[in-house]
């Protein structure tokens, strides 16, 4: 069984570029839910995706875009970036939007400059 | 949307028990609680998850009082690899508000 995996693991990037993350579920899972990671702070929800449409979502701006797709992998697009952006994100992956119990990726640390 | 507070830090001996208590004073009705590990450059991982009262797993114990508004995690025996951070995580509405506690960082000394 595969656990959920991310990419890239790091990237770098200039403030007002775009960048995209991408993530695998675990296998089985139909459900992506994206969070944003600043160092030394919890988890903050961005959004979650449930059968390619978004099922709920944070206090994040538009310019913070995902997509789901027919095999449940999920990307995370962000526009414009600004500095405050620099952060871990963390993908995680559920049997279901009523499956309270998520499995996590390792992460993207995202550094802009 | 429920708002969590949880200590910062917390240090305990190997082998003993050790209580981790997230307050959540606003919780919904319908809001469920769940917590997780995190260890350095890593991804969160599931402990456990509630609604009310007690329930317990292979790895740890959750105490929900009846009003709800806190709740407590409880590590029996702990090992120095359960040095990481604790974070509850209280659901509103499905996945219509997630939320983050702070934090317990947990230190296990020898």
């Known amino acids: 069984e595969t656990g959920v995996t991310q990419s890239p693991t790091h990237l770098i990037k200039t403030r007002g570029q775009q960048v995209t993350l991408r993530c695998s579920s675990q296998s089985g899972h139909n459900t992506v839910s994206w969070y944003q990671q600043a160092l030394g702070q919890g988890p903050q929800f961005i959004f979650q995706y449930y059968r390619e449409e978004e099922n709920g979502r944070g206090n994040f701006p538009p310019r913070f875009s995902g997509l789901q797709f027919p095999n449940y992998s999920s990307e995370l697009n962000v526009n414009a970036l600004e500095l405050d952006d620099s952060a871990l994100y963390l993908c995680a992956s559920s049997l279901s939007p009523d499956t309270y119990e998520q499995y996590f990726g390792p992460g993207t640390r995202l550094t802009v400059t | 949307l429920a708002k969590t507070t949880q200590p910062i830090s917390m240090d305990s001996y190997e082998g003993q028990e050790v209580n981790i208590t997230c307050s959540h004073n606003n919780i919904a009705t319908n809001d469920y609680i769940t917590w997780y590990q995190q260890f350095p450059s890593q991804g969160p991982r599931f402990i456990i998850q509630g609604y009310k009262t007690k329930v317990t797993n292979e790895v740890a114990s959750l105490f929900i009082p009846a009003d709800r508004k806190s709740s407590t995690l409880s590590l029996p025996r702990v090992s120095l690899s359960d040095t990481a951070v604790y974070y509850c995580?209280?659901?509103?509405?499905?996945?219509?508000?997630?939320?983050f506690g702070t934090g317990t960082k947990l230190q296990v000394i020898p």
């Open positions: 995580l209280v659901l509103s509405g499905g996945y219509q508000k997630v939320t």
